[in-house]
């Protein structure tokens, strides 16, 4: 296999709080080991595309304030590899701004998209699928997105259904999309669910640069004329500051809602490795398979329990001794700043923290 | 008044760690603002004494291993009165210790015993009641100790039964004692209290230095014969040596124990000041006055709190947010290296720590 084609870009810039108080604004889920696995999730993502694709082929995009962070968890990334936007305004523009430094550098480009926070169980089957996904892309035009099959109705994926129905469902080959919907009601997830039709859209994109460039240039236009006849600037000193200018202009728009729903060329590859994006502490607990007898998720942090049952436990220090005697389905979660102590439902944990005010929590969702 | 020969000796050298994980093998009690008044027990206990007596005539004793805690807690403290024990015995042989050193400076000298680790609410009676005793005291041979009027039956405490029965407990003036018993057991202590003649002890002396030394070579003559002879060596630059010696050989036995029980010289002056001592977290809660109307007690720490009932909260930090919500009955205690969530009442703090190796908390109680 010839992989000197094969870019992947890494989006690493999302600001979420929902895991506060680990995750906040200045270090968002990305950077964080929450899964207490041993590594963060952007270092876990790079590992797994170092395996496939050449090392000075993979770029990460962030905003600016996150550069540091990138730097210090990705020693070996190239400096031209760190695409710092100024702030973020959602996939669209990211891509949009990945797909034109790629192209500059090779146009027969052939990248994959993906997220840096989410999990993946099954690493040989995530390389298999990967490349597969990137083969069939760069021999096509189509714009191809992984899908998982669902496990629950969860109106916090898109959902993907494929052509061809219930038959195509089992296939593990690349299908045409019939309809792409990105974060349905919960209602509307139960129908897509038991119509047995659907797969849940991991975020995950294959597809040739030059492709990819013409669906933006078609369905997000307000968002290419600000790059077309400027690509001679990308990677030079003056990048940042025409980066700044363009993002200035620039729509908050989704991939999702921008080109996946509308285009003709949307191609799903049915994926079986084991997926996760875990959005809250309720969905870590849930996919946290170290629990004890009782239930107990003891994530991180020294334990000493007794008589507790459904626990979520997180130290952000490691050897913190987290001595807890008689709770059930709580979340206890300390950092140095702030203790929670707190239901483990994510609508009570929601609840609770959505009125405070600290300097580092601007954005809680 | 002259107080110029009157001291006060306080007794700093206790290591329990019954307020795990707050208080330590290397930082106990004393030495802590358990109670979130803004000053730690020793600091409070000297300056209420320095409204009295003359800072000059104040003595810590503490052992060896707290000298700097002491030294940082009391920049004013002369250094030729802090007295250190290389290990504790108890408060006979440090009360022996203390008087031997203050015969030698001043043979007229009538001091006071205090622990450094007890709660005072009404200061100015406290001072009113110490100097009434002091001069009591002084004039006469009597051993006096301060006795409270007792609000439950408590084994944790010694009692003390004054002459003249049920008409004596209204009076505020010195009596002889009848019996003076040390920690009795529950059932016993349910006598005492029915009775309506006992006193809790609150471990506060006042006698003249030359009085308690002729009572201790009465009744722990194994105590005073290490000092007998070697008065002299006291003060000078081998005393170190010499206490080192001296408690090598010392039995380990309290004041209570060794002499009030056995003489014939104890009085007692009944005390109004609202006295404590406090000697675990379910009594600090129980004693702890800034309640919120859901009976919280948020002693240290931002506070956060929602739908929770008769919660004790403690954080070493006091700027990290305590983040609660729905807990009922617990205390959450926040330091360092530890959190301990736990039932609040005693018997089910003591049965969960109990089992715990840490290498500061070593003489758990």
Known sequence: MDSSNYYCVIMAGGAGTRFWPVSRTSCPKQFLDIAGTGKTFLRYTFERFAKIIPEENILVVTTARYVDLVKEQLPELLPQNLLAEPYGRDTAPCIAYATYTLLKRN????????????????????????????????KTDVLMTLGIRPLKPDSNYGYIQATGGKAAFDKEEPMPVKTFTEKPDPALAKVFIDSGEFFWNAGIFAWNAE??????????????????????????????????????????????????????????????????????????????????????????????????????????????????KGLENFMVIDTDDVLLICPKENRQFKDFVAGIAMPDFEDFR
């Open 107 to 138: 146009p027969k480009a052939t990248m994959t998209v993906s997220p840096a926070d989410h999990l993946i169980m099954d690493e040989d089957k995530f390389r298999k699928t990967m490349l597969d996904a990137l083969e069939y892309a760069s």
């Open 211 to 324: 492709t990819i460039k013409n669906e933006l240039e078609k369905y997000l236009p307000e968002i290419t004329r600000l790059f077309t006849g400027w690509e001679n600037v990308l990677g030079t000193p003056v990048e940042k500051e025409f980066i700044e200018r363009v993002y200035a202009d620039c729509i908050k728009i989704s991939i999702d809602y921008g080109v996946m729903e509308k285009t003709d060329r949307a191609w799903i590859y049915p994926a079986r490795f084991g997926w996760a994006d875990i959005g809250n502490w309720e969905a870590l607990y849930d996919h946290y398979e170290d629990k004890d007898n009782h239930g107990n998720a003891f994530i991180s942090g020294e334990r000493l329990s007794d008589g507790n049952r459904n626990l979520l436990v997180y130290s952000k220090k490691k050897d913190k001794l987290m001595a807890i």
